[in-house]
């Protein structure tokens, strides 16, 4: 550690002890069925470094979208391989993160969905422009009676401080990206997410890991005490 991490009261983020305990809402580790991890044997390691890290509980969350139109049954399936084949001890739990698009309204046209904790739907847009019809279709998914959890809303560039507030106020619930705090996706990312953090607009934190050296770099980031204390502030769903 540097003499200016002594004096900004930073750490690296495996010395913070946020890991301790943690729940992952948001990762991508089901082995071969998106643009995260690809092979069984990775899924492993990383779940090994995340066990000697202190995760207690993982939600796997592959993509569901018209580009990845992954099946319910499909990915049962090979959550299921991934338990059988997995000896630790993180409990592991399958949801899905859906794209907002012509196959999600299918498929919740269809009651088609693998939820997230607490009857939960885990949601994404494009980072750079509202897909059509994005806020009637959150409130399409709660009258279905379904509560809604929407992705990395700190990475998306069309919204505002006013839409976050009128997303709040429509009970729309917000899942933090844990590597966009250490600046993985960029400085004004980042800045968002310090100010969603700081005005108390986050339910719950996720990694949104694609890769076990993302995973590495992530571990050794530097974080504040301030950041570290907002965040273990966060109550979970």
Known sequence: MGLFDIFS???ALNRTGILNGFCDNHIHLLPGVDDGIQSMEDALE???IMETAGVKKVWC??????????KTDFLKMHFEKLKSLYKGEIELHLAAEYMIDSLFHERLENDDLLLHANNHVLVESSTVSAPYGFKSTLKELMHKGHYVLLAHPERYRFLEKKDYVELKEMKIR???NLTSLLGLYGPAVKEKAEMLLTEG????VGTDTHRVKRWQQMEEQKISKKIIKLIGEIQGL
């Open 201 to 204: 607009f986050y339910e719950v």
């Open 174 to 176: 917000f899942q933090l």
């Open 61 to 70: 969350t592959p993509h569901i979208m018209e580009d990845i139109p992954n």
């Open 46 to 48: 990383l779940l090994g």
């Open 9 to 11: 009261g930073k750490k």
